[in-house]
Nanobody
Framework: QVQLVESGGGLVQAGGSLKLSCAASGRTFSSYAMGWSRQAPGKEREFVAAITRGGSSTEYAASVKGRFTISRDNAKNTVYLQMSSLIPEDTAVYYC????????????????WGQGTQVTVSS
């Protein structure tokens, strides 16, 4: 069992930056690939970014590539999402997930999810 707790969300102006964090419980953090997804009001949850267990490989949704960076610190059981050049369309609840898949890019590939953190980008 893995428990995930996101933090770092908030209100930011367009063009600004935010860094999300996700703290994981348990000793098996490094055995999971990690990722972020988001869900905007009235829309389905969508994949945002993923990182392999050791952090050597990453994958991004086309809508965030070049603006967002995912990273992890296995010593701290934490995964991060650095978001830059934010636009109003990035407004959503952001969720952290853990997966047994090597580099999970589908929502269905995740085994655990956190409760989410709200990100609001004003124009």
């Amino acid at each position: 069992q893995v428990q995930l707790v996101e933090s770092g969300g908030g209100l930011v102006q367009a063009g600004g930056s935010l860094k999300l964090s996700c703290a994981a419980s348990g000793r098996t953090f490094s055995s999971y690939a990690m990722g972020w997804s988001r869900q905007a009001p009235g829309k389905e949850r969508e994949f945002v970014a993923a990182i392999t267990r050791g952090g050597s490989s990453t994958e991004y949704a086309a809508s965030v590539k070049g603006r967002f960076t995912i990273s992890r610190d296995n010593a701290k059981n934490t995964v991060y999402l650095q978001m830059s050049s934010l636009i109003p369309e990035d407004t959503a609840v952001y969720y952290c997930g853990a997966s047994a898949v090597l580099l999970p890019v589908r929502i269905s590939e995740y085994d655990y999810w956190g409760q989410g953190t709200q990100v609001t980008v004003s124009s």
